[in-house]
């Protein structure tokens, strides 16, 4: 049965445990990790693919796992990418997605988080780019600025920033407007580095040069 990316956006259950999940990690005070995230990965990591030669099918189960990637947080914020991979196991099992399917979006949310995460496939990587280059301030729920943790400051401090995929230089692009009276660039890299070296990896599987642009400057 082909189990369609509409399948899972109108799933009532699916987004049942994406819109809990999101809420466990608003009383945590982590930033956003509900729909407009989620989408935004699905969108990124299957437009990537397409625009890399990758079939449509490949590509909308890039946008399936970008969809459901960060639905682990219902059980917990550590280790949310394995059990967010067994979830996703379990309710695309019942929807009736092929084995290989099943198994290549699996994979890719059971290795999209920094502490363990690896671009071990087309989808993986993708998901991987999408979703650590999603830095924005809309992501901030905090509204006291004097109360800050570092994270909604390196997030909050970042006025306007896209991500571009030039396909005949083959690079793509994070470039970012950051405030730095909120948040100097050290700062960023403090908390970001991880996940910018973890783009590299995930660029390199693609044969795609990563690059960093912060204010005008390139960091990397």
Known sequence: MTVTFADIRGCDEINSYIRQADESLKAMGFTEHAFAHGMRCADYASEWLLALGYTDREAELARIAG??????????????????????????RSLGMPPDELAAVVTAIGNHDEATAHPVNSIAAALIL?????VRRSRVRNEEVSSFDIHDRVNYAVRSGDVTLDTETRVLTLNLDVDTAICSVLDY??????????????ADFFGVRFQLII??????
């Open 215 to 220: 204010n005008g400057s390139k960091m990397m």
């Open 189 to 202: 890299f403090e908390i970001f580095m991880g996940r910018m070296l973890l783009c590299r990896r995930a």
């Open 130 to 134: 999408a979703d650590k280059t999603d």
């Open 67 to 92: 969809y459901m990637h960060d639905i682990g947080n219902i059980v917990n914020r550590y280790d949310h990418a394995q059990s967010g991979a067994v979830l996703a196991f379990t309710l695309l």
